[in-house]
């Protein structure tokens, strides 16, 4: 059964850091292209940042470009996401998601329970 | 970026009877559409990918269609554990924008 979890929300005060890892199981890692995608509270999914199966192209939202920074480690099966000069627009639930490709323009099939990161004083 | 509009915002829909989603998108996308199912407190589900392929294990009940710029979610008989937020989203073009949401509620 393929499991993806999510770890290191939390709350965070504007201008500061927080590193989101999503520990991996139950398939082929190098494989997939991974995402994590984002719910701000009472709004709709974004798709926040992507990396392909090889991690040699990884893609970035407009609204997080410059600030956050996807990796992977096909070694270990994880997925992180360094997020610096966090800001309230940040704040929201934020899901480990494993494509269908190895490229990272592809549906998702399997998402994890999310991480709330919460960015507040 | 491609912006992807959902209609209705809401449906209501009692058990048994079908419902359609539909979801628009700024531009031709082709096949590379995804619809998605999301209940609270869980992460989202996947249903439909490439317009109109069933995610492994959908029921039949499920079916998407469409291509270029229309697609449509239907339900044919809803089920009580078919309520939530239903969202379509393009992966044609960086970055893979969703739509808004329905939500389909179980009168």
């Known amino acids: 059964e393929e499991q993806l979890l999510e770890s290191g929300g939390g709350l965070v005060a504007p201008g500061g850091s927080l590193r989101l890892s999503c520990a991996a199981a139950g398939f082929r890692f190098s494989s997939h292209a991974m995402t994590w995608v984002r719910q701000a509270p009472g709004k709709g999914l974004e798709w926040v940042s992507g990396i392909s199966g090889d991690g040699n192209s990884a893609y970035y939202a407009d609204s997080v470009k410059g600030r956050f920074s996807i990796s992977r480690d096909n070694s270990g099966g994880t997925l992180s996401l360094e997020m610096n000069r966090l800001s309230a627009e940040d704040t929201g639930v934020y899901y480990c998601?494993?494509?269908?490709?190895?490229?990272?323009?592809?549906?998702?099939?399997?998402w994890g329970q999310g991480t709330l990161v919460t960015v507040s004083s | 970026e491609i912006v992807m509009t959902q209609s209705p915002a809401t449906l209501s829909v009692s058990p048994g009877e079908g419902a359609t989603l539909s979801c628009r998108a700024s531009?031709?996308?082709?096949?590379?559409v995804a619809w998605y199912q999301h209940r609270p407190g869980q992460g989202p589900r996947l249903l439909i990918y490439?317009?109109?392929t069933r995610a492994t294990g959908l029921p039949a009940r499920f079916s998407g269609s469409g291509s270029g710029t229309d697609f449509t979610l239907t339900i044919s008989s809803l089920q009580s554990e078919d309520f939530g937020v239903y969202y379509c989203?393009?992966?044609?073009?960086?970055?893979?924008?969703f739509g808004q949401g329905t939500k389909v509620e179980i009168k």
């Open positions: 998601a494993k494509g269908i490709l190895i490229v990272v323009m592809t549906a998702i099939d399997s």
């Open positions: 490439g317009a109109a």
């Open positions: 989203q393009q992966y044609f073009d960086w970055p893979g924008t």
């Open positions: 531009q031709t996308v082709s096949n590379n």
